[in-house]
């Protein structure tokens, strides 16, 4: 290990980190600024490339052991179960509802069943972003 590899790896974990709590706060702040799950999920994704080119795939994938076609068909089922509750509930499609909660770390925090859609996108966006890389990754 050459002292670059040293210092770019830990220079990635800290920036890993403030990349990771930035993309929580851009999926939260999604309903009112611009954001939410595809914004925070190609952070995410950003985050973990950036791991992969400091480290290598093969200790990225023993550090999260993910399987992202996993998380992709989750990612699907969540938001296409999200967007066909208003079926259920008989209101006009991608009718929501929210309340407001006093949350740690965050205060008092609108929460939107709007989120539960993001959340499914987030999940779609890094999923099928990471297989991707890894796909092209794994070709070397």
Known sequence: MRTNDVMLQTATKVVTFIILMFAVHI???????PGGGFVGGLLTTS???LLMLAFDIETVKKILPINYVTMTAIGLLLALATASASIIFDVPFFTHAYDYF???????????SAMLFDAGV???VVGVT???IQTIGEDE
């Open 47 to 49: 985050a973990i490339v």
């Open 122 to 124: 987030y999940l779609v």
């Open 102 to 112: 006093d949350l740690p770390l965050f205060g008092k925090t609108s929460l939107h």
């Open 130 to 132: 990471m297989t991707i």
């Open 27 to 33: 999926f939260f702040a999604g309903h009112y600024t």
